[in-house]
């Protein structure tokens, strides 16, 4: 079996998907099958010995929608060549034609041949929907209320009118692909970022290669202004590389030999050898290309509310059309051809085009915006839930701090020799190289720094939330919070308590070092917090964020000089991982919506109990993009604001959408049903709503 994807062109909407996968459904060697239509893919898998992937493409031409290759645009043909668009122009001209010749007193013959043909040729399209989704969906939908109420308006009489309703529908349905490929102008503008070739440096010789053959471990050339072809590691040179396009950092950020850069990013002034550390297809930008575009399959709770509503709303209307059409002329003094137009003009008015489609046009535009700007939101319930978040839980260390702690001070117990503070830090850097923790790498630096070689240990291990032990010749040593010797050895720090007091007061974490007997003494360790860290938390107020929460693995004193120096307004001290799982639960109990936000590895398990769970500085870390509702790219406070803004800005133009939808719609309904409005009058209301509903959801677009 083999899974594979195709971007097809002439794949703009839900009526298209369903006629892709009936086309597929009856060919051998095709068992599982998945239509993208926010973003024109199509995913199968394939039995190889069946049916070949050349023959399969075939099969989508032929179903008519090509495959579009190297990175090709995709979207409707050019005006002049779209056949709905073709259609829709020559069912105007039919139906300007036919109008100017019932006024120069020609015979009826004459102008009703050209009303019917403009008919048939504006509704073809549109029409042939219809019976599709009745026959083979078992579904009404707004193609079929449009086609009724024309043939009901064609049979009354109504020639004219019945014409323009469907030639003003047609341009619509003409147009539906244009508004599709203008919301998935952020993925293209995605994939534009990297270059379509890679200068590669193979047996010697260099060569220009499509980025697509780029493979691991291939050494590749970068000039100051290219782009870079995928993601690698620096061999030689240094220059400034901006990386905006991937994390939306707005400074250029310094790399040399040994710093990792990703595709897509811009290098500067210098000339760059990077070795590649990941194929084309698993780099970050395709990653984030992927990843974006099944977000926009991934529907919001209001979106999957109003399609289950227009599921059943469509034939509700029909039904309500017709009963006013039977019912009317009895109860109420008018003929029967008048209720029955307004049961047409009723069917017209009430067709929910713009409502459903208000929600859908908006959210994909926004997803697709947040992700230029460096903020992978993985679905279209997290824009909602991130605008309804009240509550922000941040992770110190990485998240507030930079992440990137240094040893302040080493003191040891007063009247120890020279040779104690070289032993300590030789011991402590000993245990800490075999662990991962930040502050573990802070103290093997400050280790190497001070010319002290580490001790060699044995038998390490990780006390989870309290320290780390090992064996140093032959003796256990340990080296971990305050607590754990206080509390589990039962180890007297009377000497050394007001030296812990004072650094801790002064926001240092302090470990101990020691064996199950005695204290030889301690280290301090203190990282910085991030230098907008303060002001990204007022904007958190300004936005909305009713509570700022840190939530640390630190000290109580340590915890409230960071939260002093930030700005924050509650924190909790001395936690292990599963206790923020339960300090989540009980903010989110509080307060209602929370956002966690963390390192996307460490702190997984609280972020998948938060409402929303944001991993910072996510680029280039798979895990951190897999396991997090939202992936800021950099390693950045501000990108958090920028979301929580974007979801908000989002959530406003949805219900502004919603409400112009069923305003526009109440209001046509009643003049319908009072007879107030002629059929064109209610389909210009209906097209015109409906122009209106998705221009405003286009504005996401704008970053």
Not at 147 to 173: H, K, N, P, R, T
Not at 551 to 575: K, M, V, Y
Request: hydrophobic share 45%; with cysteine; net charge negative.
């Amino acid at each position: 079996m083999q899974q594979l994807d195709f971007h097809v062109n002439n794949l703009d909407c839900e009526q298209d998907a369903g006629r892709l996968r009936r086309a597929l459904d009856s060919v051998q060697g095709i068992n599982v099958i998945r239509v993208f239509p926010s973003t024109a893919k199509v995913r199968v898998t394939i039995d190889e010995g069946v049916i070949a992937q050349e023959r399969l493409e075939t099969y989508l031409s032929e179903a008519g929608f090509p495959v579009a290759r190297d990175r090709q645009q995709v979207g409707p043909p050019p005006l002049w060549k779209n056949p709905k668009v073709l259609a829709s122009g020559a069912s105007g001209v039919l139906l300007l034609v036919g109008w100017l010749l019932s006024w120069t007193g020609m015979p009826t013959g004459g102008p009703l041949a050209l009303y019917l043909s403009a008919i048939l040729v504006g509704g073809y399209f549109f029409g042939r929907e219809a019976i599709e989704d009745l026959i083979h969906e078992r579904r009404i939908g707004i193609e079929l209320l449009m086609s009724v109420a024309a043939i009901a308006a064609f049979a009354l009489g109504q020639w004219a009118e019945a014409a323009m309703l469907v030639f003003l529908y047609s341009i619509s349905e003409a147009l539906e692909g244009y508004t599709e490929a203008k919301t998935r102008s952020a993925i293209r503008a995605l994939m534009d970022l990297t270059p379509k070739t890679a200068l590669v440096r193979r047996n010697s010789t260099e060569a220009e290669i499509p980025v697509e053959e780029v493979r691991v471990g291939d050494i590749f050339l970068v000039k100051p202004g290219q782009s870079l072809p995928t993601d690698g590691e620096v061999i030689r040179g240094q220059s400034s590389v901006n990386q905006a396009p991937v994390t939306g950092e707005s400074v250029p950020v310094e790399k040399q030999a040994g710093d990792v850069v990703y595709a897509g990013s811009i290098n500067g002034e210098g000339s760059l050898e990077v070795s590649a550390v990941k194929a084309f297809a698993d780099n970050t930008i395709s990653r984030i290309i992927q990843m974006v575009e099944e977000a926009q399959e991934r529907k919001g709770e209001s979106q999957r509310f109003i399609e289950k509503f227009g599921a059943r709303y469509s034939p509700a209307v029909l039904l309500t059309g017709i009963v006013l059409a039977v019912v009317g002329p009895l109860l109420f003094a008018a003929s029967w051809v008048d209720w029955i137009i307004r049961a047409t003009v009723f069917i017209v008015a009430a067709a929910p085009c713009a409502l459903v489609i208000s929600i859908p046009v908006t959210l994909v535009a926004s997803l697709g915006t947040a992700a230029r700007k460096g903020v992978l939101i993985k679905g279209g319930v997290f824009i909602e839930q991130l605008a309804r978040v009240s509550v922000v839980a941040l992770d110190k260390t990485g998240t507030i701090t930079r992440g990137e702690p240094e040893v302040t001070d080493v003191v040891v117990p007063e009247g120890a020799d020279d040779a104690a503070r070289p032993k300590l830090l030789s011991v402590a850097a000993g245990i800490e190289r075999l662990s991962q923790h930040p502050l573990a790498e802070a103290i093997v630096r400050h280790a190497e720094a001070a010319g002290v070689t580490p001790a060699d240990v044995s038998h390490f291990q990780s006390l989870t939330g309290a320290g780390a032990s090992a064996n140093v010749d032959g003796e256990a040593f340990y080296i971990g919070k305050p607590s754990l010797f206080q509390v589990e050895l039962r180890v007297n720090l009377a000497t050394l308590n007001p030296e812990i007091e004072r650094l801790e007061t002064a926001g240092n974490t302090v470990v101990v070092i020691g064996t199950k007997n005695r204290a030889w003494g301690l280290l301090a360790i203190r990282d910085t917090i991030r230098p907008n860290a303060r002001q990204a938390i007022e904007s958190l107020h300004q936005v909305g964020v009713q509570k700022v929460v840190m939530l640390t693995g630190d000290n109580e004193r340590t915890a409230q000089a960071i939260a002093d120096e930030a700005g924050i307004d509650e924190f909790h001290a001395n936690l292990k991982p599963e206790d923020k799982v339960e300090k989540v639960r009980e903010l989110a109990e509080r307060y209602g919506h929370v956002a966690m936000v963390g390192d996307g590895v460490n702190d997984a398990p609280a972020l998948a109990e938060a409402t929303v769970g944001v991993a910072m500085g996510a680029a280039g870390t798979d895990v951190a993009l897999e396991t997090a509702d939202v992936a800021l790219m950099a390693d950045d406070l501000d990108k958090l604001v920028y979301a929580l803004k974007l979801a908000r800005r989002n959530q406003k133009l949805v219900n502004q959408n919603l409400a112009l939808s069923a305003i526009v719609i109440g209001s046509l309904v009643i003049g319908a049903v009072a007879g107030w409005f002629s059929l064109p009058i209610a389909v210009l209301g209906h097209e015109i709503s409906e122009f209106i509903v998705i221009g405003n959801g286009l504005r996401m677009l704008r970053a």
